[in-house]
């Protein structure tokens, strides 16, 4: 293409019109973004960010919430608050809480702290340990793999038991430390060693 240059009339015609730089210089002049730094994770757990995990250096906003995940994460808090309330366990149901593992800075979906471990200060931002009972539900951005290794990473870092909790499949698995165990919409779903006697259909809570 062929640039065209406009004198103005009362421009002398034998001055010398300066012509734009090429495009490639824009990139000398233009500065570098700075690279992002990411706080360590012992900062983090000082003081984190709302909705934010520490993971693998970086913080990652837990994001993919459907109407699915919000009720199989309030049906879940709600049966376990309850249970431990009936039965006299007594304890802390959680939801979203931060906890520290051995390689991460995670926040469940859902997490019961049994009366033992809880600080007698009554209060903490982020819990040392993963929790004893941790449950995850799948949203649609998740990923079944990424999923069963999280509750692994829970299960060496302090964490007796985990569920994961899969809205659209309406399939729940449990692991008590040793094996999965699948439970179908079909049946009931039970705790395998934190929450002892609890038991609730998969159907109420995966409706």
């Keep these: ?31 570098e973004c700075e690279p992002k730094k990411v706080i360590s994770l012992e900062k983090f757990l ?31 808090s709600t049966s376990w608050r309850n249970y431990k309330h009936s039965s006299g366990q007594g304890g802390e149901v959680l939801t979203e809480v931060l906890c520290r593992t051995g390689k991460q800075g995670r926040r469940p979906d859902v997490a019961y702290i049994t009366p033992e471990l809880l600080p007698e200060s009554g209060n903490f931002i982020a819990f040392s340990q993963s929790f004893p009972l941790i449950a995850e539900v799948a949203s649609p951005e998740d990923s ?6 999280k509750a692994q990473e829970y299960l060496e870092s302090g964490c007796l038991e985990v569920w994961l909790l899969f809205p659209e499949a309406r399939l729940i698995f449990v692991n008590g430390g040793q094996s999965w165990r699948l439970f179908n919409a079909d049946e009931v779903v039970n705790s395998q060693s934190v929450l002892a006697g609890f038991s609730v259909a998969v159907s109420e809570l995966l409706a």
């Design 144 to 149: 079944g793999e990424e999923l069963f290794a």
């Design 1 to 31: 293409m062929t640039a065209t240059i406009i004198i103005p009339k009362n421009a002398d015609p034998n001055s010398k019109q300066e012509l734009p730089q090429k495009s490639e210089n824009i990139s000398e002049i233009t500065p």
């Design 46 to 76: 000082v003081r984190p960010a709302d909705r934010m995990e520490w993971v693998d250096g970086n913080l990652v906003e837990k994001t993919g919430m459907t109407f699915k995940h919000g009720l199989a994460q309030s049906k879940l």
